[in-house]
Every structure is written in structure tokens, then in C-alpha cells.
T-cell receptor, first 115, second 114 residues
Framework: AQSVAQPEDQVNVAEGNPLTVKCTYS??????LFWYVQYPNRGLQFLLK??????LVKGSYGFEAEFNKSQTSFHLKKPSALVSDSALYFC?????????????FGSGTRLSIRP | DSGVTQTPKHLITATGQRVTLRCSPR?????VYWYQQSLDQGLQFLIQ???????AKGNILERFSAQQFPDLHSELNLSSLELGDSALYFC?????????????FGPGTRLTVL
């Protein structure tokens, strides 16, 4: 069975500091990993995804994520946080069992950036 | 703006009632997904359609059903509503419904069951 874990409900960072939002996954076979962000009263917005290739994936708004197969992790990072990055972040995993594979979302991490 | 539209934005109804949520995918996308987001259950995948056919099923209750029409819009029908069905319901779409596809989410429909 596939699963994804976001161990931190909330992450607090000062503006200008680097940020990391953690995600670990469990899946049989090759994982396809995604990060989405949700602003208040809005739908989820796609940030980035890892399918194959370079372990460091660059996405929208200056975010990047590093795929680590040995640690089964896909942590989201940004070198310098902005107050506007404050939102709810979801990690998701999907595995290619078949074309009917399902996407599983983590429980979400609330990122709070203080000025 | 993702290009995915959902109507209505808000829906307030009573227990035992039936409602229909509507979703129009992005232009060119063939696959539609439905999700439920609640405080206690998080974001749960309900069902996926691809070009009118059911592709994958998640934690969808028997009281819920969905379909995708020839013009590719989709409807999620919720019946015999219970208080616990109060949640945000999201629709997403993707090009082919493949595992590698990026899903683009609509703004959601907030359902309140009183």
C-alpha cells in the first residue's frame, strides 16, 4: 500500500530564513511525487513534481524539492522565505501500478512565515 | 486561475437531502478527479474519470456517485446527506489521467449540511 507522511503539522520560519517542509513516502515501485500549496479559501496549486531524472526539482515561486530514494523523502525547500509563502502545503505520491493508480495526499503542513 | 471551474461555490442543505456539484475541466483535459477535504479526514481522493469512463475509485461512499459527460464536464451527486458530509469538495483535471500528470484543482464547493 502506498502512503505519504508529513510529520510536522506546522512550521514557523522568520522571513528571509531558509525553510524546509518534510515529506516521506512509502510505495511499491517507482514513486511519482508532487507538492501542492493551498492558500485560504482557495483550491490547491501545483508547485512541482518528481517523475524521474535529477533528484533536485525546481518549481514555482522559488521552491525546490529533493528526492532521496534511500531515505524515501521528498522535502520541500526554499532558500529565503517570504511572508506570502504562508499557506498549507501538501505532499502527494502516486505509483504506477496501472493506469488506475491513485494519488495519496499527506495530511498537510501549515507554513507560517513571520516578518 | 487553474482553468478548472466548479459550481456552486457554497451549498447549504439539510440532512437527508441530495445535491449535485458540477465541475468543468481545463480546456483539453480528458481526466477529472473528485476530492473531499475535511478537518478530520484531510484531503481524500474520491473518484477519477477519463474521457467519460470511471478510471479509479477511492474512498467514495455508496451514497455518492459521479459521472463524466461527453463534453467532459463532471458531476458529483451526494445523496442522503449526513452532518459528516460537510466539507470542501474539489474537482481537479489533468490531460490524460496518467500517474505522471499534474492535476489542476478548481476552487472547490463548500458543502454545509445542517
Amino acid at each position: 500500500a502506498q502512503s505519504v507522511a508529513q510529520p510536522e503539522d506546522q512550521v514557523n520560519v522568520a522571513e528571509g530564513n531558509p525553510l524546509t517542509v518534510k515529506c516521506t513516502y512509502s510505495v511499491s515501485g517507482n514513486p511519482y511525487l508532487f507538492w501542492y500549496v493551498q492558500y485560504p479559501n482557495r483550491g490547491l496549486q501545483f508547485l512541482l513534481k518528481y517523475i524521474t531524472g535529477d533528484n533536485l526539482v525546481k518549481g514555482s515561486y522559488g521552491f525546490e524539492a529533493e528526492f532521496n530514494k534511500s531515505q524515501t523523502s521528498f522535502h520541500l525547500k526554499k532558500p529565503s522565505a517570504l511572508v506570502s509563502d504562508s499557506a498549507l502545503y501538501f505532499c502527494a505520491v502516486r505509483a504506477l501500478y496501472s493506469s488506475a493508480s491513485k494519488i495519496i495526499f499527506g495530511s498537510g503542513t501549515r507554513l507560517s512565515i513571520r516578518p | 486561475d487553474s482553468g478548472v471551474t466548479q459550481t456552486p461555490k457554497h451549498l447549504i442543505t439539510a440532512t437527508g437531502q441530495r445535491v449535485t456539484l458540477r465541475c468543468s475541466p481545463r480546456s483539453g483535459d480528458l481526466s477529472v478527479y473528485w476530492y473531499q477535504q475535511s478537518l478530520d479526514q484531510g484531503l481524500q481522493f474520491l473518484i477519477q474519470y477519463y474521457n467519460g469512463e470511471e478510471r479509479a475509485k477511492g474512498n467514495i461512499l455508496e451514497r455518492f456517485s459521479a459521472q463524466q459527460f461527453p463534453d467532459l464536464h463532471s458531476e458529483l451527486n451526494l445523496s442522503s446527506l449526513e452532518l459528516g458530509d460537510s466539507a470542501l469538495y474539489f474537482c481537479a483535471s489533468s490531460v490524460m489521467g496518467a500517474s505522471t500528470d499534474t492535476q489542476y484543482f478548481g476552487p472547490g464547493t463548500r458543502l454545509t449540511v445542517l
